[in-house]
């Protein structure tokens, strides 16, 4: 069992309003209500709103890639109870010249409160740095769905979502090499950390995102910065070369820890942008 099932795949269901609070009316669109096993009410919500639990997205996509035999761990961040960011970070390391300690990474994020659309993207997860990178494609395919339909028609709709996850999840793994490809071009291009600044405000990044890029950078140009890898040893980064893809991972770093009130997909959004620009540059 992986830490966070008990959060994850908790029993919820939707109620009528009027069977917790016999005596009393509701507005339009709000005479339902999402309740947890605890008894925590999560959403308020119209007879319109389909619930779709966690376990009915990711629990077959779990059993397809064990089918598959593709090793995996799983991350997940709840905001409120009710906001789910899963992460699968495939265990196949992606090292070539200067690119290393890169995974392949599906993504998986659903709601119980319908603040966050359910949706899926693919990107990478990097070792030294414990962040995501998105991919170098240009614009990444958003893929959402909302939670407003029948119970019948969004039963196959679930289910259309789910074979396409793991339709794009399978190519995206198989392929994923192109993206690389695309990383170690970024790494041929030698800069300093005077570089940092000026793409950063040309994105639009505050100053807080950018002086943390720039201690970043200090700190993976250097040797002596410690992590753990995927077998769970202490390893020491000799320096990583001062290039494109350095200072990219530095912004990139800064980017996901600085506010970290800021929901993901806020920061995910600013990541895309930041890679956009340096690609084109």
């Known amino acids: 069992m992986f830490v966070g099932d008990k959060e994850l795949f908790k029993k919820v269901k939707k109620v009528k309003l009027s069977t917790i609070l016999p005596k009393h009316k ?50 997940v961040k709840v905001i409120n109870n009710s906001k789910f960011y899963v992460d699968y970070i495939i265990n196949h390391r992606k090292d070539s010249g200067d690119v290393k300690g890169i995974f392949p990474k599906i993504s998986i994020w659903n709601s119980y409160d319908g603040g966050t659309i359910m949706r899926h993207e693919m990107g990478f997860y990097r070792l030294i740095c414990s962040n995501g990178l998105t991919r170098p494609e240009g614009e990444v395919r958003k893929n959402s769905f909302k939670h407003s339909a ?23 793994i198989d392929n994923c ?25 040309k994105v639009g990044l505050s100053k807080k995102i ?56 806020k920061k ?9 620009y340096i690609m084109n540059m």
Do not use: M, W
């Open 210 to 265: 950018i002086a943390s890029a720039e201690e970043r950078y200090d700190l993976e140009v250097s040797a002596g910065l410690e992590y753990i890898n995927e077998h769970g040893e202490l390893v020491t980064n000799p320096g990583c070369n001062k290039n494109l893809f350095t200072l990219y991972n530095a912004l990139n770093y800064g980017i996901y820890n600085t506010n970290l009130k800021e929901l993901p997909e």
């Open 177 to 201: 090499d192109n993206d690389i490809d695309k990383f170690e071009e970024l790494s041929k291009t030698k800069v300093t950390k005077r570089k940092i600044s000026s793409i950063g405000e």
């Open 26 to 75: 509701f507005p339009p669109g709000f005479d339902h209500a999402i309740i947890d096993e605890n008894n925590k009410i999560l959403n308020f919500c119209s007879s319109r709103y389909s619930l779709v639990q966690n376990k009915t997205i990711l629990q077959p996509i779990e059993e397809y890639f064990n089918e598959k035999n593709i090793k995996f761990n799983r991350t």
């Open 268 to 276: 995910i959004e600013k990541d895309k942008k930041l890679l956009n």
């Open 150 to 172: 029948s119970d019948d028609s969004n039963k196959y709709d679930t289910q259309d979502r789910i074979i396409n996850i793991l339709r794009e999840a399978k190519a995206f």
